[in-house]
């Protein structure tokens, strides 16, 4: 991957004296062209951080760095990209707000720096990944009691916490993109003790990565009994139990529970969060839309993380019920 080949150089060059380790665009090339961006210094680093995971110190020169960026978001620039694919302005809006990559009342020469942003959305929107929606989450979720009022909650804090640290977005890509061969698995009798180990080490990493607790209970003839991720994932069978999956702040608030049973299983309902879980670990985050005074990150930057981590967590959950489901019947 090119950041692990940013990252060998760098380091041959820290190790090799006659090798310069950082070849940054000229600067007065560099103010010329932030100039014609409209965009400061700063807003440039925090846009090739979220969405290259680069510095401008890995682009020897602005011709480079015009070369990875493309054409900026201009109202010529936007009107040949709508003509392209013969869509217009208010399409894409409704697009990119349906998929929560802008707000209402925004427009897209207000939000978006350059033209393979916008049209990031419109050819993923024809892509199979398109077929991913909220709502189709959404539907799922209500079936679990987890409410709008819920995932808005867990939504403004996790926004909270990438905007403390941007380098999250791209660790918890990361870590979905581990995660992918556990959707992959046709039969859940394929289920190994290796993968229920990388289950259990996904739902620590997500703790940790961002400030929650995910806590699990048995609910049996309405008394709640906690279980750790251990005792969670070594049980043998369900024997008709409900299954509690709470998940707490950092402070110890309450922001999401769910309700997990066997018979959702009857409905397809597991193969359901497999699926669409799928669909936005496949979905990446193209860009990051313009900031507010200050650089700081955007109320829409990683507006996917709050659907992704639910989803990834039920996901995860539900491959162990499949496999104890299937072990009991």
């Known amino acids: 991957m ?50 290259y995971d680069e510095t401008l110190d890995d682009f020897k020169s602005v011709k480079e760095l015009k070369e990875t960026l493309g054409d900026p978001l201009t109202p010529q620039t936007l009107k040949k990209l709508l003509a392209k694919y013969d869509m217009t302005e208010q399409e894409v809006t ?49 079936k679990i009691g987890v409410t709008e009022t819920e995932l808005n909650n867990l939504t403004e804090y996790l926004t909270k916490v990438t905007e403390q640290d941007p380098s999250i977005q791209s660790k918890l890509e990361a870590l979905m993109e581990q995660s992918q061969n556990l959707t992959e698995v046709s039969d ?68 999401l529970d769910a309700i997990l049973s066997d018979d959702l299983f009857k409905d397809g309902f597991y193969n359901d969060i ?13 860009f990051v839309p313009k900031t507010e005074k200050g650089g700081k990150l955007p109320k829409t930057a990683g507006h996917y993380l709050d659907w992704s981590i639910v989803g990834l967590l039920l996901m995860l959950g539900s491959v162990v019920l499949r496999k104890k489901m299937f072990t009991t019947r």
């Open 2 to 51: 090119k950041k692990l080949a940013v990252s060998f150089i760098l380091s041959a060059a820290i190790l090799t004296p006659s090798i310069t380790a950082h070849a940054a665009p000229n600067k007065a090339e560099l103010n010329t062209y932030l100039k014609s961006i409209s965009m400061t210094q700063s807003e440039l680093e925090d846009y090739l951080s979220y969405n």
């Open 94 to 142: 409704k697009l990119a707000i349906e998929n929560g990559e802008m707000e209402k009342g925004d427009t897209l020469l207000g939000t978006f720096y350059f033209v393979s942003d916008v049209e990031s959305i419109i050819t993923l929107d024809q892509s199979d990944m398109g077929a991913f929606s909220p709502d189709g989450l959404s539907d799922i979720f209500s």
């Open 188 to 255: 859940t009798k394929d289920l190994t003790p290796e993968m229920l180990a990388q289950i259990a080490h996904t739902v620590k990493e997500l703790q940790s990565l961002l400030k929650i607790d995910v806590k699990v209970y048995t609910d049996v003839n309405g008394t709640k009994t906690h279980l750790s991720l251990k005792d969670f994932l070594s049980l043998d069978s369900l024997d008709n139990q409900k299954f509690i999956v709470e998940i707490y702040s950092a402070d110890g608030e309450l922001l």
């Open 274 to 286: 497999a699926k669409e879980t799928t669909k936005i670990v496949a979905k990446p985050t193209t």
